[in-house]
């Protein structure tokens, strides 16, 4: 077990944007892949309580987390999900002690090993957006993988959003503001598709859970809305 | 948790907002015209990148001596022929402020955040006094009783034709919907209540303590006037205001402008030390000559120790006020003045919480992202996400959660996930 990696799928993959969860796993093991899950006991990060002021109940599910993880013996997670990859990689040590394993983003698992999956996509031919999520480019200062993961699809396109990188405007999913007020979160989602998206882009990529469930929701007849994993996944040849 | 009053305000007040395409109109115009010229101006500017940087040195350096600098200030006023004070709260404020203007009379202001802060206006006006904001925005949602809802433009989610019907109704005759008519209509109105007023009040953008100058940015000229046309001039500013020297004073006015309105220069920077002053006749110093013969400086605590001495929330202390980070938050753009409370943004969630109370602004607080943009484009590179964060877990330990959020965190607790769902599947390989 050790030697193989956790993939963390995250509560919204788990639950809500299932295809981005099934898509990692089927890609992972198209490319050959060791990897396990927690199933049904992965549990909960934390991040969503961090980010809505509730300290003592996001140390208690951060200090599980890190035990669940530790005891089975992972040295390795990898997650599809900005926010788990955030909070675990980056606010843990602060909050939850000694984190003995590594977390990293998808875009930055795969990115490793491009010489393996390279020249393994079919021709997409489509004019695509990448939106940064804010949990994985501002506050963890990973831009260009994902780009250059979408990149390796022949025929994609792929054109920036008039703010992209360390200026990307957030969909505003996160945060908690979802959950308090659902209105605004579609509202600026929209407002940020509308504004942002480039003439002629049929397809938004993005690379967060949260991103996509709440531009699929706000966007829907629009614009196609992939998530990096389904992308890569359905571009997969054999 | 009690009653969920603090809550039901503010979705009202967002829903409002979202659906007003007058408003929305107004602050999208805005933001277009913002984000293009601040771009053309700092990359002309690149030179400002060092400038900015050192302004964070000398903000943290003044806030770190702030008690030290209130009195030096003070002094320096005083030395000058000024009166200086110093109001703890926004009680103490209103009292000093309008103690020193009296009863029934003609008051012109320019534009005063701080002046908002502690409802000066208010108090006044309930002392008989007719105040009459100068500053064209404030002038706008003055005659229209509506709130601010930016801080460097007030009046941003109004746009020209709402600004027509306003005066049409002030004039009580038809307007042009032209906006530089329409600036032409507040010119002319304005001119004789300048010359006419008895005390001019005004808010600063920076002092230096060693000179007691009082520095006011502008680009209409209106703050000019209201400081040297009535014969008493009140400046109301916050403590935070205060700088060491000049030097310091010009550093952070090289950064102001660019940020706030996408100039490399305000059209006006008045730099004021004492009242008007004369010696032409036999070296007789004699004050009050074409300018005011009173110049009182009102400093104001009102929360900004506290913020001070909190190793989070001190970085607040350091915002200059140029309300950029505004216009580029992805929130503010679709819920504008209502998403925070006499501050806005997320750096005004911060402010509003600690000058006028956590309650009022507990609800909007949950409408921030947390994203970081705001601390991307600050030339001070303040970090309001992690204020934010922080202010959160106070409103959390008093009371304010969010129903929504509370169910989270219970089922978070107990099933594992936030959506209440009963997860039993053992662990499974891929």
């Known amino acids: 077990m050790p030697d193989s990696i956790l993939y963390w799928k995250g509560c919204m993959s788990r639950l809500r944007t299932k295809s981005i969860s099934d898509s990692t796993m089927e890609l992972f093991r198209r490319m050959g892949v060791e990897f396990a899950t927690l199933g049904g006991n992965e549990g909960c990060c934390g991040s969503v309580l961090l980010r809505t002021g509730q300290l003592e109940a996001a140390k208690k599910t951060a200090e599980s987390t890190v035990d669940r993880i530790s005891s089975a013996g ?93 200026k990307a405007l957030c969909c505003s999913s996160g945060g908690g503001v979802r959950s308090a007020y659902p209105e605004l979160s579609r509202e600026v989602a929209r407002t940020v598709a509308g504004g942002q998206v480039p003439a002629g882009v049929k397809l938004l990529v993005t690379a967060c859970p949260f991103c996509n469930y709440n531009f699929k929701d706000a966007c829907s007849g629009q614009i196609r809305v992939m998530d990096l994993p389904e992308l890569l996944l359905a571009a997969w040849r054999g | 948790m009690g009653s969920d009053d603090w809550l039901a305000f503010k979705r009202e007040e967002f829903k409002r907002w979202m659906e007003d395409e007058r408003r929305r109109t107004g602050l999208s115009r805005a933001v277009a015209a913002y984000t293009s010229a601040k771009a053309n101006a700092l990359s002309r500017l690149p030179e400002l990148e060092e400038i900015r940087r050192e302004v964070r040195k000398i903000k943290e350096r003044s806030i770190q001596q702030m008690d030290e600098l209130v009195k030096i200030t003070m002094d320096s006023v005083r030395e000058v022929k000024g009166e200086a004070y110093l109001a703890r709260d926004a009680e103490e404020a209103r009292e000093i402020v309008s103690d020193l203007t009296g009863h029934g009379k003609l008051v012109v202001k320019s534009k005063s955040l701080t002046g908002d802060e502690v409802g000066i206006n208010e108090a006044l006006e309930e002392r008989g006094n007719k105040v009459y904001e100068t500053d064209l925005g404030e002038f706008i949602i003055q005659l229209r009783k509506e709130k601010p809802t930016h801080i460097i433009n007030p009046s941003v989610h109004v746009p020209r034709e709402e600004v027509a019907k306003t005066f049409s109704e002030l004039l009580g005759r038809p307007v042009s919907q032209e906006i530089p008519a329409l600036v032409g209509i507040a010119r002319d109105y304005l001119r004789e209540k300048f010359c006419n007023a008895d005390v001019g009040i005004t808010g600063a953008n920076v002092v230096s303590a060693k000179t007691g100058t009082i520095f006011i940015v502008e680009n209409e000229g209106n703050a000019r006037f209201v400081s040297n046309a009535p014969p008493k001039h009140i400046c109301l500013t916050g403590i935070e205001k205060i700088v060491p020297t000049l030097s310091d004073a010009f550093m952070l006015l090289q950064v102001l402008p660019p940020y706030a309105t996408g100039v490399f220069m305000s059209a006006y920077v008045s730099m004021i030390t004492g009242p008007s002053k004369t010696a032409d006749i036999e070296k007789t110093i004699v004050y009050g000559a074409h300018g005011p013969k009173e110049l009182h400086l009102v400093l104001l605590d009102n929360g900004r120790r506290r913020m001070a001495e909190d190793d989070v929330f001190r970085e607040a202390l350091y915002c200059i006020r140029c309300g950029g980070c505004m216009y580029e938050c992805p929130v503010y753009r679709v819920i504008g003045g209502s998403f925070g409370n006499n501050y806005f943004g997320g750096i005004g969630l911060i402010w509003s919480a600690f000058t006028t109370g956590d309650e009022k602004v507990a609800a909007a607080v949950d409408a921030c992202t947390k994203c970081g943009r705001c601390k991307e484009v600050c030339p001070l590179e303040i970090d309001t996400p992690r204020m934010v964060e922080r202010l959160k877990q106070r409103l959390v330990k008093r009371g304010f959660v969010q129903p929504k959020h509370y169910e989270i965190m219970e089922s978070i607790l107990h099933n594992g996930n936030p959506f209440g769902e009963d997860e039993r599947a053992g662990r499974s390989r891929g």
């Open chain 1, 74 to 166: 992972f040295k390795e997670v990898v997650t599809a999900c900005p926010g788990c990859f955030r909070t675990m990689a980056s606010e843990y040590p602060a909050i939850a002690g000694q984190v003995p394993f590594r977390v990293r983003h998808i875009s930055q698992f795969l990115i490793e090993r491009s010489p393996t999956i390279k020249g393994r996509f079919r021709s997409m031919d489509v004019k695509a957006c990448y939106h940064d999520p804010c949990h994985l480019g501002r506050h963890m200062g990973v831009y260009e993988e994902p780009r250059d993961l979408i990149r390796m699809v022949p025929g994609v396109e792929l054109v920036e959003m008039k703010d992209n990188r360390s």
